[in-house]
């Protein structure tokens, strides 16, 4: 099986600069406050928040896995673009590689369209199924209403 690539755009009435701030740059402190139940920390292991960073994500309980560490791939601030790899824990027992492209887009009226491009990887002898890749998308399409939902309530966030 070949890599299982999705893309997803999600609108909102949120500024480009200021989705991009909360999801790459103060994720850290934002996505815990925006999903309290499903994501009880981000922590910062090594780096400065810049590309080779490594973070760790520890999922609430009932959550599948416990944690994740990722490394940020690249980040562009003029472009509100940020990627980054799982590196350790989470789904990586099924899969070679997992990473994640965001481009945050700004729109006409002020807000912007949040696009996401995840890229597993499964391992030889792994099998993935529909219901999976379908709950994949779906956390990720998740957490981009949360923050939303986050920043709409503290708007002097």
Request: hydrophobic share 35%; with cysteine; charged share 25%.
């Amino acid at each position: 099986m070949g890599a299982i690539t999705y893309d997803m755009e999600i609108p909102t009435s949120i500024s480009a600069e200021k989705m991009f701030k909360a999801l790459a740059l103060d994720g850290n402190t934002i996505i815990p406050k925006a999903l309290p139940h499903a994501i009880t920390s981000v922590q910062t292991l090594e780096g400065d928040g810049g590309v080779g960073t490594i973070k760790l994500t520890t999922f609430g309980e009932g959550s599948v896995h416990k944690s994740v560490k990722h490394r940020i791939d690249s980040l562009d601030k003029e472009n509100f673009t940020y990627s980054y790899s799982i590196i350790e824990g989470g789904a990586l027992d099924v899969f070679e590689s997992i990473s994640y492209h965001i481009k945050i887009v700004a729109t006409p009226d002020g807000g912007c369209i949040c696009k996401n491009r995840s890229i597993y990887t499964p391992k030889c002898d792994a099998q993935v199924s529909e219901e999976e890749i379908k709950a994949g998308k779906e956390r990720a399409s998740d957490i981009f209403k949360k923050v939303e939902a986050y920043l709409l309530a503290n708007p002097n966030w």
